[in-house]
């Protein structure tokens, strides 16, 4: 479900919100279960975006997240790794537990239940489907990108400039 404000746009579900603010282009993923929230710059959440997409291309990682396979069946030592750019945060999944971990380069890890990662992924779907939402996101590039052009610095993730 989305709401619009001239301030602020947001998206929720069951599991998750996700608040992008206009004015001052910061990002909050607020996890219901887990009754935590975490506030992102532009380019760690574009590194989360990046990180939820590369992992549900994982087929095998798709079966036991969707139950097509049991996941209590699987190698005890079997995992999942996804890292997204330069490490801002990381995927890890041992199916046998029916969790996924995800681990922020600001300190911070959570453990998600199957159910409230593709929660995620969903709510970050339906957000960067919207165009409203992706207008924010160009218009958050842009000026990383006027940022970044006016030093002598290369340019950052949100500028194009991953590896």
Not at 11 to 24: G, H, S, T, V
Not at 75 to 104: A, I, W, Y
């Amino acid at each position: 479900m989305k709401t619009s404000t001239a301030f602020q746009i947001s998206f929720a579900n069951a599991f998750a919100d996700l608040y992008l603010d206009k004015e001052n282009g910061e990002f909050a993923l607020d996890f219901r279960r887990q009754e935590v929230t975490i506030y992102l710059n532009n380019t760690q959440y574009q590194a989360l975006v990046l990180l939820v997409q590369q992992s549900l291309e994982d087929e095998t990682f798709i079966e036991y997240l969707d139950w097509q396979k049991d996941p209590l069946q699987c190698e005890e030592n079997q995992m999942f790794e996804v890292c997204g750019p330069d490490h801002m945060v990381c995927m890890s999944c041992s199916p046998n537990c029916e969790r996924v971990k995800l681990t922020f380069d600001i300190g911070l890890a959570i453990d998600l239940s199957f159910a409230d990662f593709q929660g995620l992924a969903s709510l970050i779907k339906e957000a960067q489907a919207d165009l409203e939402w992706r207008r924010e996101l160009l218009r958050l590039n842009s000026a990383d990108t006027d940022v970044d052009s006016d030093s002598d610095s290369p340019p950052g993730f949100a500028a194009g400039g991953h590896d």
